[in-house]
């Protein structure tokens, strides 16, 4: 059995927080993980999912199947350990992050460094990627139409990295990947059994910039987080 099988079986023993385990409509929690096998390219053809991220990084990164793509400066693909056992999920790129190409790297990326190191990881050992791998003008909402077409770029990152825990910060990484619109009040602090690994949602870090009372959800989260991951370990 490997590493993130068995990680599975003792999270199912241990029966972790189940009767707190908040179960979206759409999730199929039956199965196991789906990983992608395949993967639509540049022009719209289907491909087999390249073997590595920076190969994937490479067949895409000159993407302009949205308008996204003829706005941005440059493509924001990810960032962090390509086997990391947590990928972060966030919106999309900010300003700072369409300038140097890398997520979470303004003010909102550093206080998720912040966050991060006050629950004891290390950015270097996550993945940190979003659900819009470009910037939209003015940092507006991501329109479902982009979200869509981004889709397959995200799930093909996801199954490339395979890792056991996913974290979603803010609404818009919660809904692409639960399928639910339902209020973040209703999704955060659990731990939602998504596709074989375990999905943690959480405020954006943005939120807490704007709303610094609130950054003790975001605490309770990370801690969270941190008891979920030391008990994989
Ligand atoms: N906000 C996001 O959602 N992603 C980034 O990369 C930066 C800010």
Redesign the pocket.
Known sequence: MNKADAAREYLSTLALFEDEIYLPAKADVSKPAQPVSELRVLDGSLQPLPASLAELEQQIKDCTRCALGHTRTKF?FGDGDAKARIVFV?????H??DQTG?????R??QLLNQMLSEADFDRKDVY?C??LKCRPPGNRDPEPEEKATCRPYLRAQLSLISPEIIVC??K??ANELLGTDLPMKELRGRVIPWEGMQLLVTY???YYLRNMSQKVHGDADFKLLRELFDKLN
């Open positions: 924001v966030g919106e999309a790129p900010g700072d992050e890398v997520p979470f790297v303004g909102a990326g940190i979003n659900t910060l803010g818009h990484a954006h870090p943005a």
